[in-house]
């Protein structure tokens, strides 16, 4: 463990790449940060009181509790989940308290061919607010290289977490993120995925169970599919109790790569309220968008909806930004990058022109 | 400014203006009346170079310049600027967003805002549930921001309120009153009549114009006895 920040640690030729998943390197905007490389946990460090942060393994054997929790979440849903994990992060935020800057979470794949497969447990304990970032990132070395995120989310009585996973991958590498999140009555666990990096493959599909009455659960995505990529993304929430709302918005460009967006909505209780939203845009012949939105109720008393749209950039749309002056590849561009609006994303203030910035960098020159 | 030759233009294949010839001179404002479906806005949308408006006939002249194969955003650049009369919604795509482009001077796009009632729109997506009224104000506030020397206004007033057809007018004749400031508007209603200095009118009916006169005028006798009447009280006329 480096006594150093988590600026010092971080080799010089792979900052950019973890700067684009989000990581603040100086950690200035940061409440706490967690680092490991492939399957070494090189740093953390937390700046606030009120948020624990540490390996898991390090948890497991410290912390009485950690022990209790990790596994629990895939146990009660009866799924399996591998074990041969090595690393990952233990994140709890302190019972009451409002962590108002973000904490950070890197995993970065640095060695080549490189299996990293980590499980991770963030725990926010009851009434206690807190916003997390975790980005994942690979270097330029680092061909053919895998990455398994197990992660399990406990969000207790009346608490609220804002999760925001970027994702920042290379062509040849894979993935395969395993979550899922218990949410308490009275809480709220907002999910934000971005992934507009090319990847060789993700595997995907977060759960939310809503254990109790009036929690709430949203999954938004922004996703860009580059020629070559399989992008099988999706996000499930069960609302296991009354008065529950749920939400799930994707938004999908495809340049040429397969994009399966998919989303389920699983009723167990009456009088909730959920919605899916699924939008996708196909730039070139090549691309595909694969919209499966599921639906499911045992009750009559719900209120469930959900809307897809696929298609190509809107004609109507360009032409009115050319009687504008656009050129007509400057008004395709805008398109797709409005379509991309970070406020698809149920960011907070502080994080909207960040991520947005971040956006901007990333796709310049991509449309 | 404009001058339109022997335009016959189809959509769909189907012919939808035929042999028209048009004249608008530097500052003039010009008023199109016509039934619905009469081809007003398809004679606007072919003068912008829009998709799906093909000449089969006839020259486009900008600026003593023949524009008929030239994109839109040429035409835009010669100074040519359109209202819609049903712009489409952008997701994501902020009305700031373009107002920036079409001006680089903020203190402009803040007054113009203002005076439009639209500052609190800037943050929005365009068109995204703006109400009628809104869509109006922000189309004009948009094409005003451009500072064409040709407007063409389509239905400007159409689903506005009294009070906003009041703001919207005077901003339009504000403009217009500059040197050089031309306009081709299409109205229905007519009310956009009592704010601005419209010189000329002309109805069209079956993709023809029929009849050239005073838009005042004009517009009393539509009322009055409908446009039929317009077609049989005077042969057709050149614009």
């Known amino acids: 463990m480096s006594s150093q920040g988590l600026n010092g640690i971080i080799h010089k030729k792979d900052l950019d790449t973890v700067s684009s998943s989000g990581m603040d390197l100086s950690e200035k905007t940061r409440s706490a940060s967690f680092l490991q490389q492939d399957n070494r946990v090189e740093f953390y460090r937390s700046l606030s009181e009120g948020v624990e942060i540490m390996g898991i393994e390090e948890a497991i054997k410290n912390i009485p509790e950690a022990k209790g929790y990790y596994g629990q979440a895939f146990d009660s849903l009866k799924r399996q989940y591998p074990l041969d994990t090595q690393g990952g992060y233990f994140i709890r935020i302190k019972k009451g308290r409002t962590v108002e800057l973000p904490i950070q979470a890197c995993l970065f794949l640095k060695a080549q061919g490189f299996q990293q497969k980590v499980h991770n447990l963030i725990i926010v304990e009851e009434g206690a607010k807190a916003y997390l970032i975790t980005g994942c990132s690979a270097s330029e070395a680092a061909d053919e290289a895998f990455h398994l995120g197990i992660s399990e989310f406990f969000v207790k009585q009346g608490a609220y977490l804002n999760f925001t996973m970027i994702h920042s991958w290379k062509e040849d590498v894979s993935v395969k993120p395993m979550s899922i999140a218990i949410v308490e009555g009275g809480s709220s666990f907002i999910s934000n995925y971005i992934c507009l990096r090319p990847v060789k493959e993700i595997n995907m599909y977060p759960t939310a169970v809503l254990k109790g009455e009036e929690a709430k659960a949203s999954f938004n995505s922004l996703i860009l599919s580059h020629p070559g990529s399989l992008q099988d993304i999706g996000s499930r929430v069960i609302l296991g109790a009354r008065n529950c709302q749920a939400e799930i918005v994707s938004r999908a460009v495809s340049k040429g790569g397969k994009v399966i967006a998919r989303g389920h909505l699983k009723a167990e209780q009456k009088d909730i309220r959920a919605h899916l939203e699924c939008r996708g845009l196909i730039l070139t012949e090549k691309g595909t968008i694969h919209a499966i939105p599921e639906m499911e109720s045992e009750f009559r008393d719900v209120d469930m909806s959900h809307e897809a749209a696929i298609g190509r950039i809107n004609k109507e749309e360009i032409e009115y930004l050319c009687a504008r002056g656009f050129s007509k590849e400057q008004a395709q561009s805008i398109i797709v990058r409005g379509f991309m609006d970070v406020n698809v994303l149920a960011l907070p203030d502080m994080l909207k022109q960040e991520i947005s910035a971040l956006e901007d960098k990333t796709l310049k020159g991509s449309f | ?239």
């Open chain 2, 1 to 239: 400014m404009l001058e339109v030759r022997n335009l016959t233009v189809a959509v769909s294949g189907k012919i939808i203006l035929k042999d028209i010839d048009l004249k608008i001179e530097d500052g003039q404002v010009m008023v199109l009346f016509g039934p619905n479906g009469s081809g007003k806005t398809t004679l606007i949308k072919t003068i912008m170079g829009f998709g799906g408006y093909k000449i089969k006939k006839g020259e486009i002249a900008f600026q003593g310049k023949i524009i008929n194969e030239l994109p839109v955003d040429e035409r835009v650049k010669l100074g040519i600027g359109i209202m819609y009369q049903h712009p489409p919604k952008i997701r994501g795509v902020k009305l700031k967003q373009i107002s920036g482009f079409l001006s680089s001077d903020p203190d402009i796009i803040e007054s113009l805002s203002q005076k439009l009632s639209l500052s609190e729109h800037l943050d929005r997506d365009v068109n995204l549930d703006f109400s009628g009224g809104e869509m109006k104000r922000s189309e004009l506030f948009q094409v005003i921001l451009q500072n064409p020397d040709l407007l063409l206004l389509d239905e400007p007033e159409s689903g506005v309120d009294i009070e906003n057809i009041h703001v919207m007018g005077r901003v339009l004749n504000e403009y217009l009153k500059q040197e050089k400031k031309s306009a081709l508007v299409i109205t229905h209603t007519g009310y956009i009549l009592d704010y601005i200095n419209a010189q000329k009118g002309c109805v069209m009916s079956e993709g023809k114009f029929w009849c050239v006169g005073d838009p005042r005028e004009m517009f009393d006798a539509i009322r009055d006895f409908g446009y039929e009447k317009c077609k049989e009280c005077i042969c057709p006329h050149k614009a």
